[in-house]
């Protein structure tokens, strides 16, 4: 069984930074496809950012672009998500997940197959 456990969130101001992290067991870390979502308040779960197996490739939503850096340590099984000029808009409940069949449509929450608990980001104006 394959287990996420994020860490890293907190309460930060506007233009401050946060590193998540993610924890991931149960499987071979190196053959996942990994992302990062999130939920913000009152609002549907909506991707952040996904990295291929290798670290070679990523995506971003156009909302995160530019600011936030996804990447992953497949020695220490874990995924970041470096979070930079942070915004009152980010707060939100962040997940990781994973991905073993490699499918399409990453960007999809219904491509994943494995999600943490959650990890709460609160950014203050």
């Known amino acids: 069984q394959v287990q996420l456990v994020e860490s890293g969130g907190g309460l930060v101001q506007a233009g401050g930074s946060l590193r998540l992290s993610c924890a991931a067991s149960?499987?071979?870390?190196?053959?996942?496809?990994m992302a990062w979502f999130r939920q913000r308040p009152g609002q549907e779960r909506e991707f952040v950012a996904y990295?291929?197996?290798?670290?070679?490739?990523?995506n971003y939503a156009d909302s995160v672009k530019g600011r936030f850096t996804i990447s992953r340590d497949n020695a220490k099984n874990t995924v970041y998500l470096q979070m930079n000029i942070l915004k009152p808009e980010d707060t939100a409940v962040y997940y990781c997940?994973?991905?073993?069949?490699?499918?399409?449509?990453?960007?999809?929450?219904?491509?994943?197959?494995?999600w943490g608990q959650g990890t709460q980001v609160t950014v203050s104006s």
């Open positions: 149960g499987r071979t870390f190196s053959t996942s496809v």
């Open positions: 997940a994973a991905t073993y069949s490699g499918g399409t449509y990453l960007i999809r929450g219904t491509a994943y197959d494995y």
């Open positions: 990295i291929n197996r290798s670290g070679g490739s990523t």
